[in-house]
């Protein structure tokens, strides 16, 4: 899935719908994160 949205134009829209575990995983690999931040994320509600 990261790599299909890496490959999208900026100027279009996409809608991704999850679970939050996923969602937090995700925006740690793309912000390139440590692992901590992807536990504080999930844990947000």
Partial sequence: M???LQN???S???LVESS???IAMALT???Q???QTM???NLQT
Wanted: no cysteine.
């Fill in 2 to 4: 990261l790599n299909e």
């Fill in 8 to 10: 999208i134009n900026a």
């Fill in 12 to 14: 279009e829209r996409v």
């Fill in 20 to 22: 939050g575990g996923t």
């Fill in 29 to 31: 690999i793309i912000l």
């Fill in 33 to 35: 994160a440590p692992s």
């Fill in 39 to 41: 536990v504080q994320l």
